[in-house]
């Protein structure tokens, strides 16, 4: 049974599904794990969520001497290093690890630093969540897809099927928002193909999920075509995603918040690195790989270079 469960990273997703765990385990089994140079920034914070104000247990890593039953990894892919060393004192034989994280490849990260048998499959979406200063906002909070990839050595899977079951049980308990998929990597490649699109569309237009969904303008179209590049990288890899996918991904999209901007957005609003090396630097990595054109990330991937460079940091 899960009792305790650390949170790294403070951002929008991390305060989001931190909330109800907190409130579940009560602060004494439940904490916010950064470094104690970060934790004395921000330990005197009052964040508020939907205008209400929400308190939070912040640990160091530095002054962890027992790990907990579960940790979460919601850090942005620029902080994954310093978050890994962060984790670290936070992870036993038995703890499970599950991210928050967009794109394809922190599983593999973070079984590779810690162990595959400890590692659960994720995706979150369907959420509309904004994070400015210490000011959450939403008007979705989405929900957690959780599983086990089908593929792979049979002794790990069956860890992580009884991971899993333990997952399932305390996030009823803590009424976290969450379902079972069988067929986890292909939501993950959905997911993540999504994101190629939107989230990087919206960086480069500065604008909300509205107006880049609106049929035959600009934005749309160059969502559509960068998220049918990743289908042809996943036609590939076997991988069914398609454009059933797509239409399915795009539905979601309309039910979010037209004025909301995704996690790239809001970087670009407050100045800060993004995750573009998640989205159109993978796909242009895999691309060279499989011999797959991706004209269309390759202008995106160009277009957030550009923003980024002209930041004044």
């Known amino acids: 049974m899960i009792r305790s469960a650390a949170i790294v990273g403070m951002g929008a997703l991390g305060l989001l599904f931190g909330e109800p765990i907190a409130a579940a385990l009560g602060p004494e089994h439940a904490a916010f794990v950064m470094d104690g140079a970060r934790l004395r920034r921000h330990q005197g914070d009052v964040y508020r969520i939907n205008g209400k104000t929400a308190s939070f247990s912040m ?25 890994l060393a962060t984790m670290a004192p936070c992870i036993g ?17 973070l079984a590779e630093r810690f162990g595959a048998e400890k590692v659960l499959y994720s995706v ?16 979705r909070r989405g929900r957690l897809l959780l599983g086990v990839p089908k593929d792979g050595d049979p002794g790990v899977g069956a860890a992580r099927e009884r991971a899993l079951q333990e ?10 928002p969450y379902a079972v998929d069988p067929d986890i990597r292909t939501r993950q490649w959905s997911k993540w193909m999504l994101n190629v699109g939107c989230n990087q569309v919206c960086m480069v237009f500065d604008q909300g999920y509205g107006p880049c969904m609106e049929e035959g303008s600009l934005p749309f179209a160059l969502m559509t075509g960068a998220m049918r590049e990743v289908i042809a990288l996943a036609g590939k890899r076997g991988i069914p995603v398609g454009e059933k996918e797509l239409a399915e991904y795009l539905a979601i999209e309309r039910t979010l918040d037209p004025e909301a901007v995704p ?22 990595r895999q691309g060279r790989e499989l011999g797959v054109e991706t004209p269309v990330n390759a202008y995106l991937y160009r277009r957030v270079q550009e923003i980024e460079a002209s930041y004044a940091d």
């Open 124 to 139: 979150a979406q369907e959420m509309d969540a904004q994070r400015y200063g210490t000011e959450l906002t939403f008007t």
């Open 263 to 284: 996690s790239m957005g809001q970087d670009r609003r407050q100045h800060r690195r993004s995750e573009v090396e998640l989205f159109a630097g993978e796909v242009l």
């Open 59 to 83: 640990r160091a890593s530095e002054e962890v001497r027992e790990p907990y039953d579960l940790v979460i990894l919601a850090v942005k892919y620029p902080g994954l290093e310093q978050a």
């Open 167 to 176: 997952v399932c049980e305390f996030f009823t308990r803590a009424q976290v």
């Open 93 to 109: 034989p038995n703890t499970i690890l599950i991210s928050l994280m967009n794109g394809i490849t922190s599983e593999d990260i």
